[in-house]
């Protein structure tokens, strides 16, 4: 009987486990960190992160590639840099962003945070009342 109902619990717990994996999966850079993407460290300046954007951007501009697979595959990669780039330009969206990786735990704290600067609007709305 006890048997039976261990298995159970760890059953569970895998499942659970598995579902807060790929919690994180659709946010930020996914499942790799925007800092190794471009290539930076975590104290890097905007410009420091400007100027590997821009040196990456260059190496994997599909314009640059001849064959339809390579350009493909610079494609697939200029979109992920050029993500990562999008994420850590903006201090804002960069604090949340270090958040997430501070706080791993937090899992609802990183989905609102993360649709609050996707989603909200990006007006005062106090203004449209004055």
Do not use: W
């Amino acid at each position: 009987m006890f048997h039976g109902s261990a298995l159970g619990i760890i059953y569970f717990l895998s499942v659970i486990c598995s579902l807060q994996a790929q919690l994180l999966e659709g946010l930020y850079c996914g499942k790799d960190n925007c800092y190794d993407i471009l290539e930076v460290t975590r104290d890097a300046s905007k410009s420091e992160i400007a100027k590997n954007y821009r040196r990456l951007a260059k190496l994997y501009h599909p314009d640059l590639h001849r064959t339809k697979e390579e350009k493909l595959k610079a494609e697939e990669q200029f979109k992920i840099i050029a993500t990562a780039y999008e994420i850590l330009k903006d201090e804002e969206s960069r604090a949340d962003y270090d958040y997430m990786l501070d706080n791993p735990d937090a899992y609802y704290a990183h989905y609102y945070r993360y649709y609050r600067r996707r989603v909200a609007p990006k007006i005062d709305v106090q203004s449209c009342y004055s």
